[in-house]
């Protein structure tokens, strides 16, 4: 079993920034993808970012520049700066973990309480 716990959601001014966390408990497991997503009220969850293990990124062509992904393996823990934050980046924001038991190899998938982000203009 993997838990994921967010935090650092907040209310902030377009312009500003936050730094999303994400904090993975549990064992007997191995990370594939770690990613962030978001869903705004009356639309579907959308992919942000994501992380490989091997270090590869990608990111929704509307964070581009703006957003960065990163990991601290030794904290189990993948964060989220956003900065030039913008009233459309407002939404509850998800952390995703795409795993692989060493038990047996089978690939889970383990979703984040999701974190509010709000940006006034």
């Known amino acids: 079993q993997v838990q994921l716990v967010e935090s650092g959601g907040g209310l902030v001014q377009a312009g500003g920034s936050l730094r999303l966390s994400c904090a993975a408990s549990?064992?007997?497991?191995?990370?594939?993808?770690m990613g962030w997503y978001r869903q705004a009220p009356g639309k579907q969850r959308e992919l942000v970012t994501a992380l490989t293990t091997g270090g590869t990124t990608n990111y929704s062509d509307s964070v581009k520049g703006r957003f960065t992904i990163s990991r601290d393996n030794a904290k189990n823990t993948v964060y989220l700066q956003m900065n030039s934050l913008k009233p459309e980046d407002t939404a509850v924001y998800y952390c995703?973990?795409?795993?692989?038991?060493?038990?047996?190899?089978?690939?889970?998938?383990?979703w984040g309480q999701g974190t509010q982000v709000t940006v006034s203009s």
């Open positions: 549990g064992s007997g497991f191995r990370f594939n993808v």
């Open positions: 995703k973990a795409d795993v692989r038991l060493t038990s047996d190899g089978r690939g889970l998938e383990y």
